[in-house]
Structure formats: C-alpha cells, structure tokens
C-alpha cells in the first residue's frame, strides 16, 4: 500500500494554457472533457502517473487511456494500426471513443498497467482540445473521481473527490455526454467492443459490420479490459433497478431515476425526457442523492439498444450485478 499524498493546494482555472504548464511541470490535472472528467499526466512525466494512481485509490493493474489532440499524434503512442481502425477514426475521431492498438515503446508501462496494448482518445472538448494542444506530450486520464464512485460529470464532483489531492482543476461546464468513452479493441484481428457508451454498438456496426461484443467474462482467462473487472460507479445509497411498470417501495431517503414517471411516494425523483438527458443526469443524480442522505435509488432500465446499451451497462455494475 502506497503512503497517502500528502495535503496540497488544487489551483482551479478556466485557463487551458495555464492547467497545461502545470501538467507539463509534472503536476496531476483534472480536466474537461464531454464524455466525463478526466484525470491526466503527462505520459512523458512517468512519475506523475503515479500520482493519478495514488490520488484516486486506482489499482495499479487498471490501464489508462492515453488523450491526443489530434490523429497527427496517434503513430507517437500506437502502432499496427488496421484498416478497419482507420474507418472509425475517419468517422468518430474526436469524439467518445477509444480505440485499443498494440503499444509505441515510448509509452511507459505503467500507463498501460504493462499491457503491450494502449487505449487512444481523441477528446472532441473545445477546452480538452486546448488544453491538450498546449500539453508536451499525450496525456494519460482515468475518469476524475475517487476509484470505485460515480465518475465526475462537473467541475465541482472533481473538486469533492480530489481536493488536496491533485495539483490542478481546469474548469469548464458540466460534461454533455455524461458517461466514460465507449471502448474498441482494434488490437487483435476481430474488432472487439470492450465497453459502451454514447458511440453505440449499432452505429459502430454501420462502419465495421463484423465488430464483436466481448464476451462474458471467463474467470480462468485474464479480462479483455482490465479495468472492468472492478467494481464501479457505486454511490453509497443501495441501487434497485426497475423495469417499467415495476413496483418500488417509496417512503423518506427514496429516489428514482428514470424515462417514466416514478413510482407513488419517492422523496426525489428525475425523470428523464430521453436517453441522452438519462445518461447525462445519471451520475450527477448518484451525487445528489448521496449528498442528501438517500438510503435506495431505484433506477428504470432502458432498452437494450443504442445508448439504452450503455446506460443499463453502468447500471448493472453500480447495482454490483456485472
Ligand atoms: P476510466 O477509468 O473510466 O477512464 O477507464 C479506463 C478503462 O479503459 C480501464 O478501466 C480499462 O478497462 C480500459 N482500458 C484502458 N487501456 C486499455 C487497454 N490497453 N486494453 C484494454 N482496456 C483498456
Ligand atoms: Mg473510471
């Protein structure tokens, strides 16, 4: 177990160019982006890699995604790039989705959690994009909150999370999309979709027909993507899902989530217009509840499809059932 950092004072700005000087001075920088905040080193500062571990409680077999702000960058962290990989640049760089590539030996290992593999995002953020611009080298970020808890979505849930632990928060608004990239894996033959997000599986298919889900984990077989094998996006309050027309037990320190109306007697419920507004609230509300002592959130799950996929896929595992 590593010792804790000790107490430092966070700088928060608006300004890209001074968050970068920090990050290119080594310091740990939260940072933008319009999936959810990100966390970032500079991948040529190995030691503050470390950091972002040490801040967050991060296993140190939990890879990074390595940020870029733009595809002139990609030959520097990844290589053996294929063709089907560069069909879903064209289309979806920048933008929420990172790409798995076999590795450039200038990636330190401890980036990719000594994987031969790197993940690759290109943030479409216009401040991720400055500030990523102004950056030395590619920055590696896990999502900006403490491991284990709702992803921060704001500025703000950066600052609960990791005051006193990080040099830096480079503010912006609050995140568009709401939930973490959606994830290829492009580094074997068959494309391989590791997680979801707001690049949905049926818009990926339209490009590369033949990309694959991952399958169900095999416990004898190491995990595809190592970091989904922990447990995530858990606020303190208990998760109860709920299909429509379900029945919840409402009552004080209830809440609900969801595209329908709630159930009879919630203390605090938002209901969602769309799937987008669902996955944009989604963490944010885990935040409030918890910050208003609620003891069950019931949450409706959507549809298995489009970002109904996604937004069930964080669901199941804050529920702790994935
Ligand atoms: P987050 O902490 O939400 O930013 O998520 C980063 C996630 O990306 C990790 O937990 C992994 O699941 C995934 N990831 C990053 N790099 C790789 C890689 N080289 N191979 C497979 N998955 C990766
Ligand atoms: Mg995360």
Request: glycine fraction near 8%; proline fraction near 10%.
């Amino acid at each position: 177990m590593l010792p804790p950092l000790s107490t430092m004072q966070t700088i928060l700005t608006e300004s890209p160019e001074i968050a970068a000087s920090i990050l290119n001075e080594g310091g740990v920088v939260a940072f933008p982006t319009e999936t959810v905040y990100g966390l970032g080193a500079a991948i040529c500062h190995p030691e503050a890699i470390g950091k972002i571990f040490r801040a967050k409680g991060r296993p140190s077999d939990n890879p990074l995604i390595v940020h870029i702000h733009d595809t002139s960058a990609l030959p520097s962290v990844a290589r053996e790039i294929g063709s089907d990989a560069w069909k879903l640049i064209e289309k979806f760089f920048p933008g929420p989705l990172t790409l798995v590539f076999r590795k450039s030996p200038d990636v330190p290992g401890i980036v990719t959690a000594g994987l031969d593999t790197v993940g690759v995002r290109c943030p479409s953020h216009p401040v991720a994009h400055e500030f990523l611009r102004f950056a030395c080298c590619p920055v590696a970020a896990p999502s900006a909150n403490i491991s284990g808890l709702p992803s921060s979505t704001s500025w703000e849930a950066v600052r609960t999370d990791l005051d006193g632990k990080i040099s830096c928060i480079l503010k912006g608004g609050p995140s568009d999309i709401g939930l973490e990239s959606t994830i290829v894996d492009c580094s074997a033959e068959k494309p391989i979709l590791l997680r979801t997000g707001a690049i949905t599986l049926e818009q990926l298919r339209e490009i590369v027909p033949e990309i694959e889900l991952a399958s169900v984990h095999d416990k004898n077989e190491p995990p595809k993507s190592p970091g989904l094998k922990y447990p995530h996006y858990a606020p303190s309050a208990a998760i109860e899902l709920l299909l429509p027309g379900d029945v919840a037990g409402g009552g004080p320190h209830t809440a609900y989530i969801g595209l329908n109306a709630p159930p009879p007697g919630i203390s605090t419920a938002k209901t969602c217009r769309d799937l987008k507004e669902y996955a944009r609230e989604l963490f944010r509300f885990f935040r409030q509840c918890d910050d208003q002592g609620i003891r069950v959130i019931y949450c409706e799950l959507p549809e298995n499809r489009g970002l109904g996929r996604a937004i069930r896929d964080r669901l199941l595992r804050a529920a702790g059932l994935s």
